[in-house]
């Protein structure tokens, strides 16, 4: 059974740094794309950034309003993506959530991702 731990969430003032992890289990994670996504309530579950599998051909890719901020990446003999958030603004605030088994649509469209983690809460305070 696939699972998804997400953790590091908290609050920040704008600027500050955080670093969210996400842990899978009952996959082998060097062959899965993971994605990054957030959302607040009333709005659509929006696409932060994706890190593919080890040996695709695609690269990282990350949402225009986080690009230069938030950097992704993972740790194979962890088990473990990492998404790396500098300069953080208010508008960052939302609940971050870590998707795994990616059915290979865009990979900012939630629909293309078959497991989600619970979410970690990222509140930024200006």
């Known amino acids: 059974q696939v699972q998804l731990v997400e953790s590091g969430g908290g609050s920040v003032q704008a600027g500050g740094p955080l670093r969210l992890s996400c842990a899978l289990s009952g996959a082998t994670f060097s062959a899965t794309s993971m994605g990054w996504f957030r959302q607040n309530p009333g709005n659509e579950r929006e696409g932060v950034a994706f890190m593919p599998s080890i040996g695709s051909r695609m690269n990282t890719s990350y949402v225009d309003s986080v690009k230069g901020r938030f950097t992704v990446s993972r740790d194979n003999a962890k088990n473990t993506v990492y998404l790396q958030m500098n300069s953080l603004k208010p508008e960052d605030s939302a609940m971050y959530y870590c998707?795994?088994?990616?059915?290979?649509?865009?990979?900012?469209?939630?629909?293309?991702?078959?497991?989600w983690g619970q979410g970690t809460r990222v509140t930024v305070s200006s």
């Open positions: 998707a795994s088994w990616w059915l290979g649509g865009r990979w900012d469209d939630a629909s293309q991702w078959r497991y």
